[in-house]
């Protein structure tokens, strides 16, 4: 997926974080808001929502090298929280996770997020 931004063209990839123009669920409004790009599907994006709030359930991924992923403040990856997003809801790459969060992502994907029916 190729987006244009000031000029240039931007290719959204897993991995990768964005801002993204998250509309509320009664759709009367929404707000921009930092997600990481899990995967892709067609025109669409499933992102997990990024806040600066503190973990709170053993879904929450604390980010160690936000900073070099470009996030502006100590941040945490809520993977409780999925949006499926059209891709034109991403407004600017802000960067990529770190191989390291990257890793403690995956593993606490696998160890906690199932199915539970």
């Known amino acids: 997926m190729h987006l244009k931004t000031k000029g240039f063209t931007m290719t959204a990839l897993p991995g990768d974080f964005w801002v993204a123009d998250?509309?509320?669920?009664?759709?009367?409004?929404?707000?921009?808001?930092?997600?990481?790009?899990?995967?892709?599907?067609?025109?669409d994006v499933v992102a997990a929502v990024v806040t600066s709030a503190q973990p709170r359930t053993q879904t929450d991924v604390s980010l160690?090298?936000?900073a070099a992923s470009g996030l502006r403040v100590a941040s945490t990856v809520r993977l409780s929280?999925?949006?499926?997003?059209?891709?034109?809801?991403?407004?600017?790459?802000i960067g990529q996770i770190s191989e390291t969060d990257a890793e403690q992502?995956?593993?606490?994907?696998?160890?906690?997020?199932?199915?539970?029916?």
Do not use: H, M, Y
């Open 22 to 43: 998250i509309p509320f669920t009664n759709q009367t409004a929404s707000k921009k808001r930092p997600v990481l790009i899990l995967w892709l599907d067609g025109d």
């Open 105 to 117: 992502v995956k593993a606490v994907w696998t160890q906690f997020i199932k199915p539970q029916f």
């Open 81 to 93: 929280r999925l949006d499926c997003l059209e891709k034109s809801l991403l407004a600017t790459k």
């Open 64 to 66: 160690n090298d936000w």
